[in-house]
């Protein structure tokens, strides 16, 4: 723990605790003939720290796995702290499998980009840090379709094209793709 004291030898002055807990300070005061002292004692309480963990992806129907992380110094009260997870913004609903634990799941309602936060609070001090989750579309795999007719042991590619389920007409007529190479094994 460190204290910052601005002017010890002034009358007035201001200290800076780096953590929460409880202090006692003392003040000493002497004229070179006499000295006294007086002591106080300060509760000094911090908002709690939180992380909601890194950024991450998955494809629906998946859900994701939240690890968040919150401290806090135990004032006002031990463990007082409580965690929440909430969507702060996306194009559809997401379900929290506790939204109050620090390490859930989350499974959401639609493809999109999702902001999630997590809240921390001791009932005095709320700290809060969010994170991204992209929910990508499922199915967007790429397949092949190939047309070949063989004769004589020739080859003739007469149509290819390539498929992506999850596309309109209009997406999938824009994966048309060149055969570079066929293998024919009899």
Known sequence: MVIGVGDASAANTTADFSSGGVYVLQLSASDSALAGTDTVTLTVNKAPSVNAGADQAITLPDAVNLSGFASDDGIPSPGAMSTTWTKTSGPGTVTFGDVHALTTSASFSAPGTYSLRLNASDTVFTRS????????APGTTPSADVKATIT?????VTDGICHR???DQQQRDGY???????????
């Open 152 to 156: 004589d042991g020739k080859s003739v």
């Open 129 to 136: 840090d969010a994170m991204t989750v992209t929910a990508n």
């Open 176 to 186: 048309r793709f060149a055969v570079r190479q066929f293998v024919f094994r009899y």
């Open 165 to 167: 389920s999850g596309l």
